[in-house]
C-alpha cells in the first residue's frame, strides 16, 4: 500500500442474472491483486492500479478487512477517517455499504456500515488506553442539492458551515450520542439503540438515485 492518507479501491461486481442472460461480457482481465488491464475503445490494453482491487469473488470481509479496518482503529485513537463508495447506478455501491440489505442480511454479506458500527465500538471496549468516550451519529443526504437530516425529516435544509474548532461541519443536524459503559448488557443496548437509528436513517433516503453519508463522530 502507498504511504498516502488516501486508499483508492476498486471493486468488480459479478455480473447480474439478467447480464448474464444477455451474454454481456466483461471488458477487463485480471493481472494481480493491485492492477488489472481494460480494453479501450481502440481495443488497445491499458493498465490500471490502485492500493488494491476486488475482484468478482471477493467477499464483503475483504473489503472492510483492508478498507475499513485501519480507519476504525486510527478513529479510535483520534484520527478522523472517512470511507466514500463512487461508481455509476448499479455498480454496486450500496451493496458494499450495507449489503444486499441493511435489514436482513447474513453474516457473510453484512456490508460496511454494520461492520465498522461494530468494529468501533469492539475497538472501544477492548482498548485499555480509553476509558471514557462519546460515539455520536448523524446521517444526512445530498438530495436535489439540499441536504436532509435522515434523523429528522423536518430539517430539510441544512446548512454546511465552517468552524475554527470543528472544520467543516452540518450546522443543526440532529446527533444520536452514546456515551461510554462498562456494563457488557447495557452496551449491548446501547449498540441496538445505534443500529435501530441507522435503519431509520436508511429507511427515510429519499427513492431514486442519492448519495449518502454517515457521520460517526468520536470524542474519547
Ligand atoms: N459484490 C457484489 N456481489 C453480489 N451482488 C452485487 C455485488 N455488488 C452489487 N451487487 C448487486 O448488483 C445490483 C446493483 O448494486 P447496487 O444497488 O449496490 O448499486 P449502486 O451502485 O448502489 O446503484 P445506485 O447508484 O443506482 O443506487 C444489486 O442487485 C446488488 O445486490
Known amino acids: 500500500m502507498s504511504n498516502s492518507n488516501v486508499t483508492v479501491c476498486v471493486r468488480f461486481r459479478p455480473l447480474s442474472h439478467k447480464e448474464r442472460k444477455a451474454n454481456d461480457k466483461v471488458c477487463f482481465k485480471k493481472l494481480d491483486s493491485e492492477s488489472f488491464v481494460f480494453k479501450d475503445e481502440r481495443d488497445e490494453d491499458v493498465i490500471f492500479s490502485f492500493d488494491k482491487v476486488f475482484y468478482d469473488d471477493a467477499e464483503q470481509s475483504d473489503v472492510y478487512n483492508f478498507l475499513a479496518v485501519p480507519i476504525v482503529a486510527d478513529a479510535v485513537n483520534g484520527i478522523n477517517g472517512t470511507i466514500i463508495s463512487y461508481g455509476q447506478t448499479g455498480a454496486g455501491k450500496t451493496y458494499s455499504m450495507e449489503g444486499p440489505s441493511i435489514l436482513h442480511c447474513n453474516e457473510l ?90 435503519q431509520e436513517g436508511i429507511a427515510n433516503r429519499a427513492v431514486g438515485e442519492t448519495r449518502i453519508l454517515y457521520l460517526p463522530f468520536l470524542n474519547s
Open 109 to 198: 454479506k453484512t456490508g460496511l456500515v454494520q461492520r465498522v458500527v461494530n468494529g468501533l465500538f469492539e475497538c472501544l471496549r477492548t482498548s485499555e488506553d480509553i476509558t471514557t468516550w462519546t460515539v455520536k451519529l448523524s446521517m444526512v443526504e445530498i438530495y436535489l442539492e439540499k441536504v436532509r437530516d435522515l434523523l429528522d425529516l423536518s430539517k430539510d435544509n441544512l446548512q454546511i458551515k465552517e468552524s475554527k474548532s470543528q472544520g467543516i461541519f452540518i450546522y443543526g443536524a440532529t446527533e444520536i450520542s452514546i456515551m461510554n459503559s462498562s456494563d457488557a448488557l447495557e452496551r449491548l443496548s446501547i449498540i441496538s439503540v445505534y443500529w435501530s437509528k441507522l
